[in-house]
């Protein structure tokens, strides 16, 4: 090393042990050593510990202690042992209370939708229920049968709301029952 590098160090070495120094005469004008918030605190006072001692009595009991859970590696994917398997594994608890009302039934659509067309000027489609006799020409957005919306229509599905509940069902299409499938 060079005498102008050792010159350095040693003045910073000197300016860091000035430092040390005045903060220890510092601490011990203002209280013994205590941090700023408790000097500050009038009401503030240490605890009164009357024997400082670490208790090795009580580190012995714990390493004696030996954990009888299920031991499992987290870094391996596999399940876990049939031990743990089998306390995972518990019989449900016996509901207690009222039982709670079952699910609606299953929305049902009594038309059938056998078709779509899409209209030349605006590009929107419309999609053809039959209900009974009755064949039914009905746009996305438009309401049919007095109860059902028709929310959107897709190449072999269309997806209609009950207007009074909000339930949705998807109704898919049927083949006409005078058309055989593969024939042309």
């Known amino acids: ?63 004696k202690l030996q954990d009888s859970g299920v031991h499992r590696n987290i870094f391996v994917a596999s399940s876990a042992p049939a031990a743990a398997a089998a306390l995972a594994v518990k019989p449900p608890a016996a509901f207690v209370g009222p039982k709670p009302p ?12 056998f078709g779509y067309a899409t209209r030349a000027p605006s590009g929107k489609r419309v999609a053809f229920f039959t209900s009974g006799e009755d064949v039914l020409v009905v746009a996305e957005g438009d309401t049919f049968l007095g109860r059902f919306r028709l929310v959107h229509i897709g190449n072999d599905t269309a997806d209609v709301e009950e207007v009074n509940t909000g339930r949705h069902t998807t109704v898919t299409m049927v083949q006409p029952p005078g058309e055989q499938a593969g024939a042309q």
């Open 1 to 63: 090393m060079s005498r102008r590098v050792q010159i350095y160090v040693l003045i910073a070495l000197g300016i860091v042990f000035a430092g040390v120094l005045y903060n220890s005469l510092r601490n011990s004008a203002t209280g013994g050593g205590t941090s700023g918030v408790f000097a500050e605190n009038p009401q503030f006072q240490p605890l009164d510990v009357q024997e400082p001692r670490l208790h090795t009595d009580r580190l012995q009991k714990l390493r």
């Open 102 to 113: 079952p699910p609606p039934p299953p929305l049902q659509v009594p038309a059938e939708f």
